[in-house]
């Protein structure tokens, strides 16, 4: 399960259009690369990378294994490749994963209570030179009473400048992911949350409809999960049942997080009833970086696939049945007591010119 190396982070929401650009310039425009975040248009003039020492080179992240009580000493490195002088904000935060499925870290006046609150950078301000880079040390001590499992979060430099145009603030940013797990018993667990079925046949009474099943992965463990799903639908006791195909992966899951996946199946035969299954497989990564798949979770539920426009030409057709001979019964007895009327009449107008 790879994890994502360099977090270019988002902007402030308070911004130009200008400056939302340039913020999905930074996310989408190539900074997750092996040795540094390039800078990704002319606001952001600076990169960052790992230094190079004695736990490596050139890495694309910083990942660490340690236990409850253990410290680790790194460095940031902040190169300042513009023509201006950089005064820029350090700082530690801890991470997470966005509703769009992106890894990201709270902002600087967000307090962190994981990650982000062990990690000491030595200095929470640096001056940067034009073509200069300067390299800010920092210390992760994990606690004594740490839980054991996986955290994440990310070291930061932060720009803000003030937008004169409309009397805002931009906060620029810029950082490294950090992965942590805590030695100790792992727990790894997945739970299938939430699920729902709905079935939408369209106007041919014949034809088949879209069934969708949605339901929320919720990590219950300690370590980051992925997962393989598997959805598939079926009428009363597993009649014509209909699988999905390849499901949309959801993104790697820090413990405790969720994430809600919306399945379509296609072709699903209005059967009245329909059960719907999601088959979910955790998978794992180690220490070593080998992932492991875990033992399948599922979980079902019952919805509606009534054919209603079917329905409504059957109700029509049992109408025709039971009120069509009604009525031409009616008309026939209509008929005949017209006719005797006229008989009765014609009789006593007989009677009448006898007498």
């Known amino acids: 399960m790879p994890l994502r190396p360099l977090i270019p982070v988002r902007a402030r929401a308070a911004v130009l259009l200008s ?31 790992t230094a190079s020492n004695d736990r490596g080179a050139e890495r694309t992240n910083y990942t660490y294994t340690v236990n409850p009580g253990g410290t680790i000493d790194d460095e ?24 769009g499925g992106q890894f990201d870290v709270v902002t600087g006046d967000a307090t962190s209570t994981g990650l982000g609150a062990w990690v000491r ?27 054991p499992g996986d955290y994440a979060g990310g070291i930061v430099t932060s720009l803000t400048q003030a937008d004169d145009t409309v009397g805002v603030n931009v906060d620029r940013r810029l950082g490294i992911r950090m992965n942590l797990r805590v030695g ?5 667990a997945l739970a299938v949350e939430d699920v729902h079925v709905s079935w939408n046949g369209g106007l041919n009474p014949f034809a088949g409809g879209d069934a969708e099943v949605s339901y929320t992965l919720h990590n219950t463990g300690n370590t980051v999960l992925s997962a393989h799903d598997v959805v598939t639908v079926a009428g009363p ?12 992966a959801a993104p790697d899951l820090l413990p405790g997080e969720s994430w809600t996946q919306h399945v379509t199946v296609a072709g699903v035969a209005p059967l009245v009833l ?9 998978t794992v990564t180690d220490a070593a970086g080998t992932t492991n798949d875990l033992a399948p979770v599922s979980a079902a539920t019952v919805g509606w696939a009534v054919p209603w426009t079917l329905l409504a030409l059957l109700l029509l057709a049992v109408a025709a049945v039971i009120v069509l001979p009604r009525l031409a019964r009616r008309r026939r007895a209509v008929a005949q007591s017209r006719e005797d009327a006229r008989v009765k009449e014609a009789v006593a107008q007989a009677l009448a010119a006898a007498e």
């Open 19 to 49: 400056v939302i650009a340039s913020t999905a310039l930074l996310i989408a425009g190539g900074l997750l690369v092996p040795s540094s975040a390039r800078a990704a248009d002319d606001d952001v003039t600076w990169t960052v990378r």
């Open 76 to 99: 940031l490195v902040v190169a300042n490749r513009g023509t201006e002088t950089l005064d820029l904000g350090v700082y530690a935060a801890d991470g997470f994963t966005t509703d």
């Open 121 to 147: 950078t030595k200095t929470d301000h640096i001056t940067v030179k034009p073509g200069k880079t300067v390299t800010v040390p920092f210390t992760l001590r994990v606690p004594e009473n740490a839980t």
């Open 184 to 188: 100790g018993d792992l727990a790894p």
């Open 237 to 248: 006791l597993g009649m014509l049942p209909s699988d999905s195909g390849a499901v949309d």
């Open 274 to 282: 329909l059960t719907g299954t999601a088959s979910v497989t955790p």
